[in-house]
């Protein structure tokens, strides 16, 4: 099924300019992107057939369209189920390269895009300065950036902590020390009944054979 | 229905109406006088933004490398030429062409402020009779243009005139909807609102009943694509976009 351009070309607007107002807010990003000045990447979708081209300007902004007739940099291809999963990937660089999705060409920029976007550091104390002023702007700054921190370490906590009362205290589940082991200890068995088993089969094939012999 | 057509008895369209083709350009020139300086606000309030959309994908296909002259023929207000100058570059050309000064003016005051106009040239000129010479340019767009052209298949030669071999040709435009259902409400939406719109912001509504009454007259996808091919084009083909509503030619100088 063909895609309306119009459709698609209002969905890349919306992404390019979210990600340059990212890129705005987050200084040095701009001058890492400019080292990365005419890679073009093509994105193809394959389920369902979509294909999106990002070319990187000389001004270091991200540009996308729908339409291109160079040949690209490098070409990733995927449903968008496999891309959805590298995307929510703790480490989407290692998923991306192990994963389903397809990569041709050079892939040494794309490393260098996903390492550049991945240290974004967006400083959203401008755009609410922008509305509120200094002085209002820079305290809600402050209680955002605060309630960040505090969300992050909250959430670095709790899983630390889950984990430790499902292993230790509720003893839910063993430890990977304890599982590790016990693994091993059944890899072991299976290797000596393995040749226990042969064992068996040559004392029977030598009875057999000497029995043969006495007849 | 072609262009040729139109002309027999020295008369043509004017929206629904029949006037001398002589009268046409200068009728035309009054309807673009009137809108010209709430021009590109008309056109968000009547496209709901999408005709940022259309042209985005046309400049999307018009490939335009760095270096390379670009010719943007009925280009108003200035909008796809500001695009084409980034890409462009220094060492290209864009030039702004339209047949109306009022037009022209706006564009060229949108420009500056824009800090825009370092590659960018002014040119008022009939699609018809272009001033360019012979394989000079690399790529000529028309958006929404065409329609208003009083010989659309002389302005379609000169194009391909002006052309450089391997070049191109983008012609953006009104077209036909390809659902019925689709077409009924565009019908009523051009005839009521547009009209509507018109009067409250520009206090015109003529000029926009016109509009919507050159957009039904003008050819639909498959016929214009044939005035492309007959003017010498080659590979030709064309994209539908919002159901129809709109359609992007193409045509590549052999």
């Known amino acids: 099924m063909e895609h309306d351009p119009a459709v698609i070309a209002g969905v890349t607007l919306a992404i390019e300019a979210a990600i340059a107002r990212a890129i705005a807010l987050s200084p040095g990003t701009q001058k890492q992107l400019q080292t990365l000045h005419s890679v073009d990447i093509e994105i193809q979708c394959t389920q369902p057939s979509i294909a999106v081209f990002a070319i990187i300007d000389q001004d270091g902004a991200i540009q996308l369209s729908n339409y291109r007739e160079t040949k690209p940099t490098v070409s990733i291809s995927g449903t968008w189920r496999e891309f959805l999963s590298v995307a929510s990937a703790a480490d989407p660089a290692a998923a991306l390269i192990n994963g389903d999705i397809k990569i041709s060409g050079d892939t040494a920029p794309l490393l260098r895009l996903q390492s550049i976007i991945s240290d974004l550091d967006v400083d959203w104390e401008e755009p609410i300065v922008d509305v509120m002023g200094p002085v209002v702007g820079h305290q809600v700054a402050e209680v955002i950036r605060t309630l960040t921190s505090v969300s992050r370490s909250t959430h670095r906590r709790m899983k630390r902590q889950v984990s430790e009362f499902i292993l230790e205290e509720g003893r839910l589940s063993p430890p990977k020390a304890e599982l590790d082991s016990f693994f091993s200890a059944v890899d072991d068995l299976l290797l000596r009944t393995d040749r226990a088993e042969s064992r068996v089969k040559r004392l029977k094939k030598r009875l057999s054979s000497l029995a043969g012999v006495n007849e | ?254």
Not at chain 2, 31 to 57: E, I, T
Not at chain 2, 110 to 116: E, M, N, Q, T, V
Not at chain 2, 142 to 151: K, Q
Not at chain 2, 229 to 254: L, P, Q, S, W
């Open chain 2, 1 to 254: 229905m072609s262009s040729q057509d139109n002309l027999t008895d020295d008369t043509t369209d004017f929206g629904f109406e029949r006037v001398k083709t002589a009268e046409k350009a200068g009728r035309v020139r009054e309807v673009f006088d009137s809108v010209a300086a709430q021009y590109d606000l008309m056109n968000d309030l009547m496209s709901g933004g999408l005709h940022r959309l259309w042209k985005r994908f046309t400049i999307e296909l018009s490939a335009v490398r760095p270096g390379q002259t670009v010719l943007d023929i009925a280009g108003g207000t200035g909008d796809l030429a500001a695009k084409f100058s980034k890409l462009a570059g220094p060492d290209g050309k864009v030039i702004l062409a339209d047949i109306n000064a009022a037009m022209l003016s706006v564009g060229r005051d949108r420009l500056i402020d824009k800090g825009a106009l370092g590659n960018i040239d002014v040119v008022q000129a009939d699609a018809q009779f272009l001033p360019f010479a012979d394989d000079s340019i690399d790529c000529i767009t028309i958006a929404f243009g065409l329609r208003n052209v009083t010989d659309k298949a002389k302005a379609l030669q000169s194009m391909h005139r002006i052309l450089k071999p391997g070049g191109r040709l983008l012609v953006l435009e009104f077209s036909k909807p390809t659902s019925p259902l689709l077409s009924k409400i565009y019908d009523a939406y051009s005839f009521s609102a547009l009209p509507a719109m018109g009067k409250l912001i520009t206090d015109d509504a003529d000029s926009y009943r016109y509009l919507a009454e050159s957009i039904r007259k003008h050819p639909d996808q498959e016929s214009l694509l044939e005035m492309v091919e007959d003017a010498g084009f080659v590979d030709c083909r064309y994209h539908n976009m919002t159901g129809g509503i709109v359609a992007v030619h193409r045509g590549i100088k052999g």
